[in-house]
């Protein structure tokens, strides 16, 4: 028998390991949307495993690894999930079109993303 779903992204696949209680996710969530049209998009939202509230620190870095946008954000419940909601404008005042690498660090934990941006 197969499994078949509208959206692949709803299945997300788990690693489970002996030492823990429970499963420990293997895949972070994708950024949405990506690719990212600021014209279009009011914020992107970074998935994070944060609590609300927490402040998070968000580098975003050019395909030649300069930096483009960096800035404090804090993390917020959205869709019974926690993201951090960079507004769309100050991606477009700091990034033209192209691929981004953008890390968001928030209590000693590091998160890591590839967004394209399309203006």
């Not at 014209?39 to 870095?61: F, H, I």
């Not at 909601?85 to 981004?100: D, F, L, N, T, W």
Request: aromatic fraction near 10%; include cysteine.
């Amino acid at each position: 028998a197969a499994i078949s779903t509208a959206d692949v992204n709803m299945w997300r696949p788990f690693y489970v390991i002996a030492s823990t209680n429970g499963p420990i996710e293997r895949l972070q969530l994708q950024p949405s949307p990506n690719p990212f049209r600021p014209a279009e998009s009011a914020q992107l939202l970074l998935p994070v495993d944060s609590q609300a509230g927490s402040r998070a620190n968000v580098y975003v870095l050019s395909s030649s690894l300069t930096l483009a946008l960096s800035g404090t954000y804090v993390v917020q419940n959205q869709f019974g999930n926690q993201f951090i909601a960079v507004p769309s404008s100050e991606i477009a005042s700091h990034c033209s079109s192209g691929v981004y690498v953008v890390i968001a660090k928030i209590a000693g934990n590091e998160y890591q993303w590839k967004v394209a941006v399309i203006r």
